[in-house]
């Protein structure tokens, strides 16, 4: 157990939807991370968030939106959703994105499923 | 932008047999982290390697960095039927801040233990 929560595990939802994705990090973590892993793309950076704010952005789409509040935990927002979107979304998280090489501990992912 | 080319995509190995795995950068490597996944599951951290010419063990799993070949080896001796997954090697981008950012990963490689 990596100490990374995301909610809900699978989620199955129709074309042109909206969908929110939640991650608790670990335990004294500030920074959270969010990839999208598909059979044709692999495993992609789409954003961090830093302290609540963000810090990179990655290859996200615009129709594709996160934040991070007070107490850390992040959510993932997709909206219009498309067939291409379903792959699994994870979120990871480290304990300070300045000056150190932090390890990335990952969740055990959001399967998106679009019909 | 950065691509991470692993090598081999896939690989069986008997169980007991010594492997190999290599990740080849298109960029300078600042950072090179290694996970292990098992299908549909999260990522688990395995080994970051920071320094051109490190080299680091974890029981049976060995990781070195070659800085000026822009490559990293994973090499696993004497393989067990846990071993068998999905190895991801991924590349830190250094932030203005002096740490890194979200993680290029490779496709990468996977990997079959037959008894």
């Known amino acids: 157990d990596s100490g990374v929560t995301q909610t809900p595990k699978h989620l199955i939802t129709a074309t042109g939807q909206r969908v929110t994705l939640r991650c608790s990090p670990r335990?004294?973590?500030?920074?959270v991370y969010w990839y999208q892993q598909s059979l044709d793309q692999g495993l992609q950076f789409l954003i961090q968030y830093y302290n609540g704010e963000e810090r990179a952005k990655g290859n996200i789409l615009e129709r594709f939106s996160a934040q991070q509040f007070p107490d850390l935990h992040s959510e993932l927002n997709l909206s219009s959703l498309e067939l291409g979107d379903s792959a699994l979304y994870f979120c990871a998280s480290s304990v300070s994105a300045q000056g150190n090489w932090n390890i990335q501990y990952f969740g055990a992912g959001t399967r998106l499923s679009v019909l | 932008s950065q691509e991470l080319e692993q090598s081999p995509q896939s690989l069986i190995v008997q169980e007991g047999k010594n492997l190999t795995i290599n990740c080849t950068s298109s960029k300078t490597l600042y950072g090179l982290y290694w996970y292990k996944q098992k299908y549909g599951e999260g990522l688990i951290f395995l080994m970051m390697l920071q320094k051109g010419g490190e080299e680091k063990s974890h029981e049976k799993i060995t990781a070195k960095l070659d800085e000026k070949k822009q490559q990293s080896s994973l090499h696993i001796t004497a393989s067990q039927p846990s071993h068998a997954g999905i190895y991801l090697c991924g590349a830190a981008k250094p932030n203005s801040g002096g740490g890194a950012d979200g993680l290029t990963f490779g496709k990468g490689t996977h990997l079959i233990i037959q008894p």
């Open positions: 335990s004294g973590d500030l920074s």
